[in-house]
């Protein structure tokens, strides 16, 4: 059972000068004009050319023209591609801090493994094919996968490093499975090939609606668990001198990570990269303090994911490329030049 903090449990305040906050304020407020910025160009962008007068009355207009309808959808993916965003870099900063690896992402924990393998099950064996009714059984596998894990680390006395390895052999075992059941069923090949590379385009107001109570509360959760992440990130043993909670704040932790992952999977699909490239950009001018980073992930994140959905609609015209895709072949070369810089750090 959790319980409240006593009075004298606090997480350590890294001291900042006037003159950072103050930068770090309006660096803040940049992130979020070029995020207004970036949505404006997701919906006047896309497969389908339209002149920005055509982009305005479909906005403001009712008479149910093509254009009309075209921007309607991309409202939708917009909305989308901003909340699963927000999600998947909020995610990605908490698990970076939980596991105190700034390489960690989403996929760490087995938690997109988990809700994939949930959906192959729901339309190979149990016959759904419908967005609206695979999105439930993706995130129960995705919660279903986080429990475990969290079990298999050691509940209790779980430790980042033992988390890790769960995570990733519970990731390993699901994508084996995944892959098999695809292989040796045609027509589950055919239904989940666009939904295993991520993507944006399935979006509808009844999705959004579907995964939004649990984005919003994922995302409190996150943010209210940064001055507690804050102690975990210094070592359990200076943690436990400042009162902080271990098993608590790694319970949450777990949790949030698992209800942001789990939602953004079931309506997008498995999206990677956004959840690890964001957070360690961010860590690089916000410092270490998470009361930072995790604002400066759920503003950045949706930018990184609608410019590569954006990306992905101009550069296959009349078609469009997979937002997984895009951010899976600008991620790689990010992923390479982190390592690489890390380990130099390290010499």
């Not at 870099?89 to 809700?115: E, F, K, S």
Request: charged content about 10%; hydrophobic content about 55%.
């Amino acid at each position: 059972m959790l319980v409240d903090s006593p009075p004298q449990e606090r997480a350590p305040s890294v001291p900042v000068s006037p003159s950072r906050r103050v930068a770090r304020a309006a660096g803040l407020l940049l992130s979020a004009l070029i995020l207004v910025a970036v949505v404006l160009a997701s919906i006047a962008i896309g497969a389908k050319q339209l002149s920005l007068g055509e982009v305005w009355h479909g906005l403001f207009g009712s008479t149910g023209t093509y254009a009309d309808v075209v921007v309607d959808d991309r409202i939708s993916r917009t909305v989308l591609g901003v909340l699963a965003g927000a999600a998947l870099g909020l995610a990605g900063a908490v698990l970076q801090a939980l596991t105190r690896n700034p390489l960690a992402d989403p996929g760490l924990l087995g938690i997109n493994a988990g809700a994939s393998a949930a959906v192959v099950t729901a339309i190979t064996f149990l016959g759904v094919t419908s967005l609206s009714g695979y999105v439930w059984f993706a995130f129960a596998g995705a919660a279903g996968v986080g429990a475990l894990v969290w079990f298999l680390g050691g509940s209790r006395g779980a430790t980042p490093v033992r988390l890790a390895l769960a995570g990733t052999a519970i990731s390993a075992a699901l994508y084996g499975y995944l892959q098999a059941v695809m292989i040796l069923d045609n027509a589950a090949l055919n239904k989940m090939r666009f939904w295993t590379v991520g993507s944006l385009t399935s979006a509808t107001d009844s999705t959004i609606r579907q995964v939004l109570p649990f984005l919003v509360a994922g995302m409190v959760l996150a943010l209210c668990l940064a001055r507690p992440l804050n102690a975990v990130e210094m070592g359990d043993d200076t943690a436990r001198a400042l009162g902080a909670r271990l098993n608590r704040t790694r319970v949450l932790s777990m949790l949030a990570a698992t209800v942001l992952c789990g939602a953004a999977t079931a309506a997008c699909g498995p999206i990677v990269f956004v959840g690890l490239m964001v957070p360690h950009v961010v860590r690089s001018f916000t410092g270490p303090d998470l009361r930072w980073i995790l604002p400066y992930a759920a503003v950045l994140s949706p930018v990184l994911l609608l410019g590569a959905d954006v990306i992905g609609r101009v550069v296959a015209r009349p078609s469009e490329l997979q937002v997984g895709i895009v951010t899976a072949i600008l991620g790689g070369p990010v992923f390479i030049f982190l390592v690489r810089r890390r380990r130099t750090a390290q010499l």
